[in-house]
Nanobody, 124 residues
Framework: QMQLVESGGGLVPAGGSLRLSCAAS????????PGWFRQAPGKEREFVAA????????YYADSVKGRFTISRDNARNTVYLQMNSLKPEDTAVYYC?????????????????WGQGTQVTVSS
């Protein structure tokens, strides 16, 4: 079965940047719709971004639009999340996930394969 491993999290000052990576194995990566979610302490897990297998359809949460960029490299079985202009409210555990759907989805319940998460902390 597909396995997802996130990396690239860390501690950065407000206004800084991080690039998260999600490496997939054990499945046909190009046939899945990958997405990024995040969960802050005391809050529910929320959608961040998702991308179609071709990269032509992309959805972003309003809170990150214009600051975050999702991309994928099918040859390397990897999806990325470039995060710029980070704010303290971006602090959360970030999760990579893959859906079973044919088209891009923002619905958490549609994502069936999950990584273990990577911590992103933005200081003020």
């Amino acid at each position: 079965q597909m396995q997802l491993v996130e990396s690239g999290g860390g501690l950065v000052p407000a206004g800084g940047s991080l690039r998260l990576s999600c490496a997939a194995s054990g499945g046909t990566f190009s046939r899945y719709i990958p997405g990024w979610f995040r969960q802050a302490p005391g809050k529910e897990r929320e959608f961040v971004a998702a991308i179609s297998w071709s990269g032509t359809t992309i959805y972003y949460a309003d809170s990150v639009k214009g600051r975050f960029t999702i991309s994928r490299d099918n040859a390397r079985n990897t999806v990325y999340l470039q995060m710029n202009s980070l704010k303290p409210e971006d602090t959360a555990v970030y999760y990579c996930a893959s859906s079973f759907t044919v088209i891009v989805t923002t619905t958490l319940a549609n994502y069936r394969h999950w990584g273990q998460g990577t911590q992103v902390t933005v200081s003020s």
